[in-house]
T-cell receptor, first 113, second 114 residues
Framework: NAGVTQTPKFRVLKTGQSMTLLCAQD?????MYWYRQDPGMGLRLIHY???????AKGEVPDGYNVSRLKKQNFLLGLESAAPSQTSVYFC????????????FGPGTRLTVL | AQSVAQPEDQVNVAEGNPLTVKCTYS??????LFWYVQYPNRGLQFLLK??????LVKGSYGFEAEFNKSQTSFHLKKPSALVSDSALYFC????????????FGPGTRLSVLP
């Protein structure tokens, strides 16, 4: 049972380049989330999804887009990367809503030069 | 708006001594409170949560936390620290009035010294 996996683990981009981060979960969870982690700021929610085909904005959505075409996958896209998007990105999933535990992936370290 | 504070960036404790990692929160309604731990180069792992009921919550690896509504606190505790407990600890809150946002504190780095 792999849980939550993220691809890639590391990536270096130049300003203006685009990329997609892939999150996959094999726990049949309805809810999926994308966070970014910056030093001294904890985790901040970028976008989330409450089910296949749905997405919603979190606390810091600007510069990112997401898609949830399949229940097990949640993609995070950067259309035109900026140095301010240098961060560690975590994906998480949960069975359903508010009181549920979130299960996190190992993270993707992204550097934008 | 909901918020979480972890007043200590770093907590140092000797192995075998009790440890406390502090967390205070601000929400409009009744909070759902969580503690997560992050080991180096790893994702966050769930430790425990308070939803309702008994104010003392027991979790993984011998950790426990006490919900104190009057002080709006949810401090993480362990009676006897291990060197392997050294990690980054995050408190998080969900306010049912604010939808899906899950607000994390900035984290507290715990160092357990042998």
């Amino acid at each position: 049972n792999a849980g939550v996996t993220q691809t890639p683990k590391f990536r270096v981009l130049k300003t203006g380049q685009s990329m997609t981060l892939l999150c996959a979960q094999d726990m049949n969870h309805e809810y999926m989330y994308w966070y970014r982690q910056d030093p001294g700021m904890g985790l901040r929610l970028i976008h989330y999804s409450v089910g296949e085909g749905t997405t919603a904005k979190g606390e810091v959505p600007d510069g990112y887009n997401v898609s949830r075409l399949k229940k097990q996958n949640f993609l995070l896209g950067l259309e035109s990367a900026a140095p301010s998007q240098t961060s560690v990105y975590f994906c998480a999933s949960s069975v359903s809503a508010m009181a549920d535990t979130q299960y996190f992936g190992p993270g993707t370290r992204l550097t934008v030069l | 708006a909901q918020s979480v504070a972890q007043p200590e960036d770093q907590v140092n404790v000797a192995e075998g001594n009790p440890l406390t990692v502090k967390c205070t929160y601000s929400v409009s309604g009744n909070p759902y409170l969580f503690w997560y731990v992050q080991y180096p180069n790893r994702g966050l792992q769930f430790l425990l949560k308070y939803i309702t009921g008994d104010n003392l919550v027991k979790g993984s690896y011998g950790f426990e936390a006490e919900f104190n509504k009057s002080q709006t606190s949810f401090h993480l505790k362990k009676p006897s620290a291990l060197v392997s407990d050294s990690a980054l600890y995050f408190c998080a809150v969900r306010d049912p009035y604010y939808g899906q946002n899950f607000v994390f504190g900035p984290g507290t780095r715990l160092s357990v010294l042998p």
